[in-house]
């Protein structure tokens, strides 16, 4: 029996110490991008901001379970799981006001960057590619025996309509692959809503035609998320194959800067699915006495402060030159010579 | 004065298609009620209820359902978001609508819109040219105005025609570019146009090098000289005859594009103009085009990646001293 | 509640006429086919040439529900269905001889074709295409305000696993279109078997996630066929939008002309999945008594006689003429210019 | 006397790669057990256990996981079923695979096999030549080998490279070309190759079309005229020297090519030629292509549709006249 069932969340013991260590990766994503927003309304960011604001929750409960060694492809609302996967918010602002010194070095900007060296994916524009490219990684290392890692990757409700996301996908259940897919239906791809983008109750029934196991998260419920990506994760670390993790919520902001979303409609911004994730997750850990008031102020001061440092920081950094600029496509040197 | 932008021309055209033709609709990513990432198709779908409707993200079926309804007699417009993601609706365009003809003798009236082109900070997935791709395959007629007024009529006709068309539409032109209002008359899509006369050397280009060209053109006139500039308008099929004429005008010849420089539509005008027309030419023919490599993110590196006024002012110097 | 129960047919009253004249067309195919084979072994048809030995009962049941003014693109292994349709053995024979004056007159041939005019589209090539050119003619009758009218349109196995199968399907759900759509699972894609194509149970297992009706039908008991079938064409007609039919079976034969099949197993050959649509469905008539074996043996010899006349006939007439061959792509004359 | 066909030498060159480097696989359709679907992997499923995998019909995702493997140092080989069926995963080839490296400085290293080019019967869905496509997109190297010595040296090339190729077989050498014994010697893939000198006109072709080119050349030969044959080898990047150097010594130039017409490899040869060496032609450079319909089912159609020896040898006589 191949088709999985699908599991939600149900309640156990949390670990405090991993909720707000997350939740430190989620505050410092929002106050990251509420610079990159100022950023670009100051002319300093060419080109299209995307931001993740109100998928926080979601998208650091991925980052947090994965480890150094597996493989992390991040889409464009993931600027909380790229923190806890371990990427510096050095090289957002680099990517984003193209500092020559960032991993991309003004070649490619905003969310289309990473680290590929290191497990951590560069996305390409077109959506669903990333999924089987993540597959391929795992390919890779089962290959040269690697076990007991963990491959990654995120999409919107919008992204699951594309083939390569289905050809993607089933190429990871075939190989069994310890893939994690994680989708976040934020309810609307740019202004389309669901309604314009699939007929299913909810994605999550995709994962039986798959053969693969679904799991439903509340997207904006940190506590909720943190627990159905652990379980998800260690499935797919323990060889249970691919973990498709569908998500419901909104996003709190357009789908870039020049837009101000006003398709969603109030409906859906007073329900349960327009709350805000930041706000859930703080009232969570108070409750709970996991931090005080006073050092989630002294945090956010803390995180302020290494914002602007950092901006000051590239700011001052050269653009990428071109005259220096090698106009190279090719990784292999002896293809270089211009008559050719 | 009012004035129209080449969007807006878009738009207009979009709208006098569905308002004189039952057979026309509009089928795209967010195209419907939020009118288009570009406000391409805005107000639309108020105005034609039913009529500009709103698709997945699935280049490929949005494409077959095109030909499907095209089939069937419909005149279906396809918005891609940008041109760079039609790659994924390209085996459909390619092998299903550009071969029904041929096949099957049934037409294939659709039109499939690329937002195409560089803009500042469009990085390598948002300002691609494949005008180039789309014409190296038989069947397909790949339209690229380069002015409001072309946007518009060749747009309309672009409707009208009953072969699957490429339209390459300029993003860096979008807003830009404006004219006093619509015209009346409109030259035929496949007929090239003399744009600027000359008669020390020509520029063969389209869509948004066309401006850059006039402005080199413009340029070189401070030093005496007289560029013609020839728009190609449609890249496929190309007017070999207009840039002949304009070539044993001036017998020097320089060919600008935006796209990336291996093969597309440089080579082939040089190449036709030096098979049929190699008495002409008092020098040997230049081409211009964007650099090999992706199209870079950073405004500095984008700007010295494609051409722009001072390299093809440069180009011919160049060219008027060989 | 837009996912729909998955249906396998039940035993009901089964309509005797329909099920000889059924038959009849399997029979046609299949005498059809032995004789394109022998005229590719002859060496009179030139390419490759594919058969549906083994698939003619599902293949037909689809094509005999099928009326004149519904859309038809039947894919590779669908002699049975398109004689069902309405298309003469007089199209195929051409297509395959590259007559002039066959449908695609020598420009396209083999199962190449169509006379999509007629409602009968032209498959290409690449597999999952045809799903979404079949809905967009659906698209196009709905924008006529023509109801009651269905489209239909068969896949492999393999074909499952193209994105643009997916995409189309996805299309056809959101449009709530009347859409048929037929998975013969003949366990095999050329060589590749399920266990390397898909991961799932059963494909039908995908219909849910599309939020559509599916259907299981054993793919070669004409009986089982006839009945899912109809129930899923009525539904599809009566406005219940997109269905989807998986069946099991063996194609019988190899995947083209060259090919031995020597990768089908001597247990599924000998399991039930391995039984001859043909025999199934002629012990079906006999038991049943609706026929005789005498009429069977007389209605063999008319469609040989067929066969033979008509390859005769086809054999004689021209051939395309590249000097008279206009070489135009584009339906537009004033595009055709040679200088342009 | 043994001897070895195109086929055979792309899998001997296969199996030495999977014998020598750890990180080459190869994946695609039917290509395990099978060996695929023309046989260019036969036993190797059996010699490499567990690197020769099966793919579904996912052309977009077998590139996709290439991509993602090679990004983690393994070498994979993917086989697309037909050329023509790639354009189902060109988006992953032209947008993801190309650009890889220019964006990220962290190679790509992969080829793609694509079976081109026509065969009797073929018809319009297994008959393309798509080097043109591929070529136009910065990052790509495109090798289109023309003999049994080159399919082997060049592959071998190409899964060394760092870079994505794409290596365009020619189906129809596939059986039928021929040679001794496999080289022990190679010229690297990035040169071009004067198979046969001459000093009256050059032909500059590649992959199938060179041996109709030597027949064309064979054939003049008996009215006396010397035509050089040059075999491209890769199309991308192209040898502009090795061709300069030819029409130096010719003055005349012919280009030939089985893809489609507009643009393409006989495009950027005749515009680079004329750009650099215009002073060397004493006569207009010609070009002969398919023509500009999808490629016909019929033999007889077929037949006429792409250049034959025949109707290169026509060209030739021509252009010995201009
Ligand atoms: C194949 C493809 N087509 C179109 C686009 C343009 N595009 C970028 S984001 C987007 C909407 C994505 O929606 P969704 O997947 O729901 O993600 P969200 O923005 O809601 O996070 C679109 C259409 C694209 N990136 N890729
Ligand atoms: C997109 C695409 N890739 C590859 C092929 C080559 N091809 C033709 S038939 C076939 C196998 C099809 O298997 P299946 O869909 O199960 O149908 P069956 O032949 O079993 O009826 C393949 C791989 C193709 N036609 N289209
Ligand atoms: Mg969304
Ligand atoms: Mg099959």
């Known amino acids: ?340 | 004065m009012t004035s129209i932008t080449y969007l807006e021309a878009i738009r207009a055209a979009q709208a006098r298609a569905l308002e004189e033709d039952s057979r026309v609709f509009i089928y795209g990513q967010d195209v419907g009620s939020f009118g288009g990432a570009f406000k391409a198709t805005k107000n639309l779908a108020k105005e034609f209820p039913g009529r500009v409707m709103d698709s997945p993200i699935s280049e490929d079926a949005m494409i077959g359902m095109a030909i499907g309804a095209a089939i069937e007699g419909m005149r279906p417009i396809i918005e891609m978001q940008f041109a760079d993601f039609s790659t994924c609706g390209l085996n459909q365009i390619v092998n299903h609508a550009a071969t029904l003809f041929y096949r099957t003798e049934v037409p294939c009236p659709l039109v499939v819109r690329l937002p195409c082109g560089g803009t500042s900070g469009g990085g390598p997935f948002h300002s691609q040219s494949l005008e180039a791709i789309y014409a190296h395959f038989p069947g397909l007629v790949v339209m690229t105005p380069g002015t409001v007024e072309d946007a518009y009529t060749m747009l309309l006709e672009a409707i009208n025609i009953d072969d699957p068309v490429i339209f390459c539409e300029h993003k860096f032109l979008y807003y830009h570019l404006k004219a006093e209002a619509l015209p009346t008359m409109a030259l035929p899509s496949n007929k090239a146009r003399v744009t600027r006369p000359g008669r020390d050397a020509t520029v063969v280009t389209y869509s948004a090098m066309l401006h850059e060209s006039l402005a080199a053109a413009a340029e070189l006139a401070h030093d005496g000289y007289e560029i013609e500039v020839v728009d190609l308008r449609s890249v496929k099929p190309l007017d070999t005859d207009t840039i002949l004429a304009s070539v044993a005008r001036t017998g020097r010849l320089l060919v600008v594009s935006e796209a990336f420089p291996w093969g597309g539509v440089t080579a082939e005008v040089i190449a036709r103009v030096t098979a049929e027309g190699f008495g002409l030419l008092d020098a040997p023919p230049q081409r211009l085009n964007a650099r090999d490599t992706p199209v870079p993110y950073h405004p500095a590196l984008w700007g010295t990646h494609r051409p722009t006024a001072s390299t093809i002012a440069s180009a011919l110097h160049r060219l008027l001293k060989l």
């Open chain 1, 1 to 340: 029996m191949n088709c999985k069932s699908i599991t939600t969340g149900s309640t156990h013991e949390l670990d405090g110490t991993l909720f707000c260590q997350a939740y430190r990766y989620m505050l410092t994503a929002r106050l990251l991008e509420e610079k990159l927003a100022a950023l670009k309304r100051s002319g300093k960011i060419v080109g299209g901001v995307f931001l993740g604001r109100g998928q926080e929750a979601l998208s650091v409960a991925l980052g947090i379970h994965l480890r150094k060694g597996d493989v992390y492809a991040p889409l464009i609302r993931d600027q909380a799981g790229r923190l806890a996967f371990g990427e510096g918010m050095l090289d957002a602002l680099r990517t984003y006001l193209g500092s020559a010194l960032g991993s991309m070095r003004g070649r490619d900007g905003n969310i289309h960057r990473g680290r590929p060296r290191e497990g951590y994916f560069a996305m390409i524009s077109h959506l669903g590619a990333m999924v089987s490219a993540v597959s391929g990684a795992l390919i890779a290392r089962r290959f040269r025996g690697e076990t007991g890692i963990v491959g990654a990757t995120c999409i919107g409700d919008g992204g699951t309509s594309t083939g390569s996301f289905h050809e993607g996908l089933n190429l990871a259940a075939i190989e069994k692959l310890p893939l994690v897919v994680v989708v976040a239906n934020n309810q609307y791809a740019y202004s389309t809503p669901n309604s314009r983008q699939f007929a299913c109750d909810n994605l999550v029934d995709r994962a039986i035609g798959y053969g693969i196991t679904g799991h439903r998260v509340i997207g904006n419920d940190l506590a909720n998320c943190l627990e159905v990506l652990q379980k998800a994760v260690a499935a797919a670390r323990a060889g249970a194959g691919p973990q498709l993790v569908v998500a419901d919520l909104l996003r709190l902001i357009g789908h870039a800067d020049h837009d101000d979303a006003s398709y969603i409609t109030e409906a859906q911004k007073q329900s349960p699915l327009g709350r805000d994730c930041m706000i859930v997750a703080q009232q969570f850990l108070l409750e709970k006495n996991w931090m005080s008031q006073a050092e989630l102020d002294s945090w956010q001061k803390e995180i302020e402060v290494e914002i602007e440092a950092t901006t000051t920081r590239v700011l001052r950094e050269p653009a990428p030159d071109p005259q220096e600029e090698s106009w190279i496509p090719f990784a292999t040197s002896h293809l270089h010579s211009e008559s050719l």
